[in-house]
C-alpha cells in the first residue's frame, strides 16, 4: 500500500529555512512524481509545486519562486522540499502527494487535487518571531 509521510516542520524566524522530508513507501519513486501542497488556517489547500520523475519541477505558486525548491533521493524513497527566505505567509500544514499520472499535472489556473492521491498526514511550519 503506498504511504508518504512529511517531516520537517517546525517554528522558524521570519527570513529562515526549512527542509521537508517526504518518506514514500509501497511503491517506486523512480516512476513517480511528487507534488506539495498546503494549508493555511481557514484557508483552502493550495498546491506549492511538483517533482516530476526528472526532479524538474512545476510550481503551483508564483510567491514560492525563488524562494522553495524540491528535490529527490530515490534511492531513499524520498522527496525533500527546501525552504528559504521564510515569510509568516507561508505558515501552514505541508502535505506532499503523489501524481496518479506519471508526470506533474500542468495547472489551469491551479492544479487539480483530484489527480493526486495517497495524500500523507501533513506536517506543520509556523514562521513567526
Known amino acids: 500500500q503506498a504511504q508518504l509521510v512529511e517531516s520537517g516542520g517546525g517554528l522558524v524566524q521570519p527570513g529562515g529555512s526549512l527542509r521537508l522530508s517526504c518518506v514514500t513507501s509501497?511503491?517506486?519513486?523512480?516512476?513517480?512524481?511528487i507534488g506539495w501542497f498546503r494549508q493555511a488556517p481557514g484557508k483552502e489547500r493550495e498546491g506549492v509545486l511538483c517533482?516530476?520523475?526528472?526532479?524538474?519541477?512545476?510550481y503551483y505558486l508564483d510567491s514560492v519562486k525563488g524562494r522553495f525548491t524540491s528535490s529527490r533521493d530515490n534511492a531513499r524513497n524520498t522527496v525533500y522540499l527546501q525552504m528559504t527566505n521564510l515569510k509568516p505567509e507561508d505558515s501552514a500544514v505541508y502535505y506532499c502527494?503523489?501524481?496518479?499520472?506519471?508526470?506533474?499535472?500542468?495547472?489551469?489556473?491551479?492544479?487539480?487535487?483530484?489527480?493526486?492521491?495517497?495524500w500523507g498526514p501533513g506536517t506543520q511550519v509556523t514562521v513567526s518571531s
Open positions: 517533482l516530476s520523475r526528472s526532479a524538474s519541477s512545476t
Open positions: 502527494a503523489r501524481s496518479k499520472v506519471p508526470f506533474c499535472p500542468v495547472p489551469d489556473p491551479v492544479p487539480d487535487e483530484s489527480r493526486f492521491g495517497n
Open positions: 509501497g511503491f517506486t519513486l523512480d516512476y513517480a512524481a
